[in-house]
């Protein structure tokens, strides 16, 4: 008897009657994972997956994220009960030619969150991975994965606005000049790491302590999130930035920088050399506003920096910005030399897959090839990373 055939991706997400979950992973229908949401997620208008990533792959892909950790409760205790996947577990080969991933760069990712995963940073096919730190306790293992595989990780350090109550809020500048241990020990980190980024900061309007089902303060955000974006401006590093429904308390900091920053030397510039707006899910009024931003000061030095509009950037992930209707319309409006990829993965296994479906996505919004979105968009990250004019 002929084996029964998985079902093809046909242009729509199939319901669950139609491809019922294979026994094994009857139970985790709660579990999340970025790939998992894209398959569930009937709404989506995207054909987002490639021939050769059908439902039954993503299921069982599904089956092994659940085994380490679920993507979306960064921090939470690991399943640690559960023997981890060893790479070779994973059958989710993807489907785009090695080639296609000569440019490319994950603009965003948290592998540290799965340290077993760690080890197939060196065979992934994705170039580089920008690693974001989110919480002290995280910046070692960033700064490790950089030591051991320098060629492949670009480390950064910041405070996540979901851990961003954990610490204290640095004193005003009338309160005194102590620095509290958290924000002193990523300067030193991003001191030890000349080629390091800030990230992931940023500021969330809707995210809940679990614990307490309480919003996150928001005020106290503000402040960390001000606090590090005066340092990566102070240490001329990029940021990559993390803001969920309050984009305009977003473009009002970036205004209040701008305002006190009123010398005119380069050393002076109030606002970091680069801002990534990462899995960026601003409205395009949003976009206009962050494209048109200008410096309220004139002078001769000043004129010479980069206007402020021209140092945004914008990436894109399928696993945030896969599950919104509005997806497209986001995409399009972002201008083709300011566009990113980016994996938002908690597991290095994933990366490689991850990239191919943020490239999909990408490519179906602008009309383009796949092979002329991987070109673009590593263009773009090199020119992020300071690396091209
Ligand atoms: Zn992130």
New binding site residues.
Partial sequence: MAAKQAPRWQGRFPSRRANPVPRGVQGQESHICSRRFLFTRKSSPLPLFSEATNCQLLLRLCQRCSRTQPTTSRGSPRMMDQKPPSPTDCDHVPSLSPATYSDSIDV?C?PTDTPDSLNVIPTLRTQRLLV?G?REEDWPLVAGAAEKWPEKVIPCFGL?PWFAHHCPAPPSASEGSTHPPWLQTLTVQLESHPTALVG?IGIDGIAKDRTTDARYPFEHQLVIFRAQLQLAARMRRSVSM?TVRCHGHLVDVLREMLASGGGDGAEDDPLPPRLKH??YSGSTETTRALLSLRSPHRGRKRASLPTPGSRMYFSFSAGVNGRSPKAMERIRAVPDDRVLLES?THDARIVDAAMEDACRLVAAAKGWTIEETAETTGRNARRFLGEEG
Wanted: zero cysteines; hydrophobic letters at 10%; charged letters at 20%.
């Fill in positions: 965003h948290h974001m989110t996540h992931e993390h990462h899995s938002d």
